[in-house]
C-alpha cells in the first residue's frame, strides 16, 4: 500500500513492494526534533506501522508541490492507519516536507469501528514510535505541532533522559579510562611493596645464613680466658678456650735438701 500524490490530495493505493515499508521522504533539517531514537523520520515510522495490516507492504511516498496526505478510503481503511499514533505521524511527515496535514475527523472518515487512539499491536522489529506521537488530538482537532515539538525538545533537554548514543559512548570511554588508570596504579604500588618486602625478606636470610645462630655462644660460658698483649698492657684480648689450656700437666717441684755442716754430721 502507497501514500501517492495525486493533484492536490494524496490518496491510498494497494501496490505490492519488494521491502514491507518505505519512504523516500526527505524531511527538512528543522524537523529532526521528530526523528526517532533510531533516527528515523516519521515518514519512515509510518509506513512500519502501517506495513503490519497490509501484507504487500506499505510506502510512504514523498508529496508533490501543492499535495497533501488524506486518510484511507473504506476497502482500505484498518486498525493500522486509522490509530491517532499513524495520524500524528502523517502529520508530521507532511509537514517536514513544509506540506498541508488534514483534520483528524477528515483523516478517519472511511475508517467506521477501527478508529481508536492507540496502536492495535506493539510496533514492530526495526523501529521505535517516537514518544511525541502518542500525545491526545489537539482541542482543534488535529495534530497539535506545538505540543509535539515541546514534548520531543524537552524529552531531548531533560537530565532523565537518555543519553544519545555518541555522547554516552564516549562518557563511557573517558569513565572506563579514569577507572582503568586507578586500578593501574593500584596494581603498581602493589607489585612495588611486594618486591621490596620480598627484597628484605632475601637480605634477612643472608644474615642469617652468614651469621647462624648454631654458632653463637657456641663455647663454655665463662671457659675462655684473658691474657695481656706483652706489648700492650692495656689491652687484653680474648682467646678461645683452646689457645689457653695447658697441654702438659703441671709437675711438683723436687723437694730440695740442703748439706747440714760438718759439725752437724754424724761422727
Given at each position: 500500500m502507497?501514500?501517492?500524490?495525486?493533484?492536490?490530495?494524496v490518496a491510498l493505493s494497494r501496490i505490492a513492494v519488494v521491502a514491507a515499508q518505505y519512504s523516500n521522504v526527505v524531511c527538512g533539517a528543522s524537523y529532526s526534533w521528530a526523528n526517532n531514537s533510531l533516527n528515523q523520520d516519521p515518514c519512515v515510522v509510518a509506513s512500519y506501522l502501517e506495513s503490519q495490516c497490509d501484507r504487500g507492504g506499505f510506502t510512504v511516498a514523498a508529496l508533490s508541490p501543492n499535495a497533501h496526505y488524506i486518510g484511507p478510503n473504506a476497502s482500505e481503511a484498518t486498525p493500522c492507519q486509522c490509530n491517532a499514533v499513524v495520524y500524528?505521524?502523517?502529520?508530521?511527515?507532511?509537514?517536514?516536507?513544509?506540506?498541508?496535514y488534514v483534520s483528524w475527523g477528515s483523516w478517519t472518515t472511511n475508517c467506521g469501528s477501527n478508529i481508536s487512539d492507540g496502536l492495535p499491536s506493539p510496533p514492530p522489529l526495526g523501529t521505535v514510535v517516537p514518544s511525541w506521537a502518542y500525545l491526545s488530538i489537539g482541542n482543534d482537532g488535529s495534530w497539535n505541532a506545538t505540543a509535539a515539538y515541546e514534548s520531543a525538545t524537552a524529552r531531548q533537554l531533560s537530565p532523565t533522559a537518555s543519553t544519545p548514543p555518541a555522547l554516552s559512548s564516549e562518557t563511557d570511554k573517558i569513565g572506563a579510562a579514569s577507572i582503568g588508570g586507578g586500578v593501574g596504579v593500584f596494581l603498581l604500588a602493589y607489585v612495588v611493596v611486594l618486591w621490596m618486602c620480598r627484597r628484605r625478606q632475601?637480605?634477612?636470610?643472608?644474615?642469617?645464613?652468614?651469621?647462624?645462630?648454631s654458632q653463637l655462644g657456641s663455647g663454655i660460658r665463662g671457659?675462655?680466658?684473658?691474657?695481656?698483649?706483652?706489648?700492650d698492657h692495656h689491652a687484653p684480648q680474648r682467646t678461645s678456650l683452646s689457645s689457653t689450656v695447658a697441654t702438659t700437666p703441671p709437675t711438683t717441684p723436687p723437694p730440695v735438701y740442703q748439706q747440714c755442716p760438718d759439725k752437724y754430721a754424724d761422727v
Open positions: 502507497h501514500f501517492w500524490p495525486l493533484a492536490s490530495v500524528s505521524l502523517m502529520c508530521a511527515c507532511a509537514a517536514c516536507q513544509d506540506a498541508q632475601k637480605r634477612n636470610q643472608k644474615r642469617v645464613e652468614s651469621f647462624p645462630f671457659s675462655s680466658t684473658v691474657f695481656y698483649d706483652p706489648d
